[in-house]
């Protein structure tokens, strides 16, 4: 039983492990180097397609727009050069399409920067598009929660 659950993991545990790969290649410890800094950020970049449309609240503004994969590994980036910054996918919630070659990734994103006093808590869903055998990230939205 356990040999069928290694060669054939579950769509939750398939999306975690990568989405655990994603957090640990965005996030950026203080006193890290540029390089490190760089590969990490081109590393998120190739979680994401070509184009990815992106529609996300925060605090203070909106942002909805295509993103090509350098414009998100030049955002990375920025966010790099600027500090730390912590990232955490929790409670992942998968739904694979009948056709097996899209899914819906649902889950609680916790983003830290050292010395800010608040973290980012956001419900956020990610749209996958399986593209030459490998599972891309296509579309990211905010989940909007009633207050």
């Known amino acids: 039983m356990w040999l069928w659950l290694v060669l054939f ?3 939750e545990r398939v999306f975690a492990g990568q989405f655990e790969k994603l957090a640990h290649a965005a996030s950026v ?3 890290e180097g540029y390089l490190a800094r760089m590969f990490g950020a081109q590393t998120a970049g190739g979680f994401f397609s070509t184009n990815v449309e992106v529609n996300i609240d925060m605090p203070g503004h909106r942002q909805q ?3 090509s994969r350098d414009d998100i590994v030049q955002a990375m980036m920025a966010m790099h050069v600027s500090g730390g910054l912590t990232v955490k996918f929790m409670d992942i919630s998968v739904d694979v ?5 899209t899914a819906q990734a649902d889950m609680t ?4 920067v050292p010395g800010e006093q608040d973290m ?7 749209t ?10 296509i579309r990211v939205q905010t989940v909007r929660t009633f207050s």
């Open 109 to 112: 994103v916790e983003a830290r």
């Open 29 to 31: 410890q203080p006193g």
């Open 65 to 67: 727009t295509t993103m």
């Open 97 to 101: 399409g009948a056709d097996k070659q």
């Open 9 to 11: 993991p579950s769509p």
């Open 120 to 126: 980012m808590v956001q419900e956020i869903k990610f």
């Open 128 to 137: 996958l598009r399986k593209i030459d055998g490998k599972w891309l990230i």
